[in-house]
């Protein structure tokens, strides 16, 4: 069974830019959650989606956004990029998203903020 | 609230000797519990979970946890490092909401492994 899949791997932006990142969960798992990860804060949740539905959110701007599609796949955009934006960008999936579920996490999109 | 408290944030221990990654967790209700490790440039893999079932929690690669409620402790252990241990090992609580659940991470211990 293929894992979970993140693209890019690696992106690298200017400041005021926008950008968009890629999930595909592990098939037949419905729920997909995203996570920051910079030395600085640790790991920190944005969101979680659950069947094409935002169910749960972080502590995040709104200039943090995301969504989720029929097939469970799932996009987070950034809009107005700020330096402070970069980071590893961790995607997990779980077949309900239930709380005491173990999360299945991708290889993360490292992005660069210029 | 949920919280996790990651005692080291790094530890160092030869081959073949024991390894203690010590976490304390906070929660108000009975919480489901996990160890991630994260090798460089990957993403998370889980090692073990507790949610109740045993105290002593066995995982992956030797890796094992005791969930002690006294001590509001989940220290995780090893008998004997290897030198592909050698990552970054987050303990992990579990908040519910909204009918799922966000994980809440500790800072993380680097654990260095030396031959």
């Known amino acids: 069974k293929a894992g979970v899949t993140q693209t890019p791997r690696y992106l690298i932006k200017t400041r005021g830019q926008q950008v968009t990142l890629s999930c595909s969960p592990i098939s037949g798992h419905r729920s997909v959650s995203w996570y920051q990860q910079t030395p600085g804060q640790g790991l920190q949740f944005l969101f979680e989606?659950?069947?094409?539905?935002?169910?749960n959110k972080g502590n995040f701007p709104g200039r943090f956004s995301g969504r989720q599609f029929s097939n469970s796949r799932s996009e987070m955009n950034v809009s107005t990029l700020e330096l402070g934006d970069s980071a590893l960008y961790l995607c997990?999936?779980?077949?309900?998203?239930?709380?005491?579920?173990?999360?299945?996490f991708g290889n993360g999109t490292r992005l660069t903020v210029t | 609230a949920q919280s996790v408290t990651q005692l080291d944030s790094h530890v160092s221990v030869s081959e073949g000797t024991p390894v203690l990654l010590r976490c304390n967790y906070s929660?108000?209700?009975?919480?489901?519990l996990f160890w991630y490790v994260q090798h460089p440039n990957k993403g998370l893999q889980l090692l073990l979970k507790?949610?109740?079932?045993?105290?002593l929690v066995k995982g992956i690669n030797g890796f094992e946890a005791e969930f002690k409620k006294s001590e509001t402790s989940f220290h995780l252990t090893k008998p004997s490092a290897h030198m592909s241990d050698a990552a970054e090992y987050f303990c992990v609580v579990s908040d519910r909401v909204n009918q799922g659940g966000k994980l809440i991470f500790g800072q993380g211990t680097e654990l260095s492994v030396k031959p």
């Open positions: 997990a999936s779980s077949p309900g998203g239930q709380y005491n579920s173990p999360l299945h």
């Open positions: 507790y949610t109740s079932a045993a105290t």
């Open positions: 989606y659950f069947s094409e539905t935002q169910r």
């Open positions: 929660s108000s209700y009975s919480p489901s």
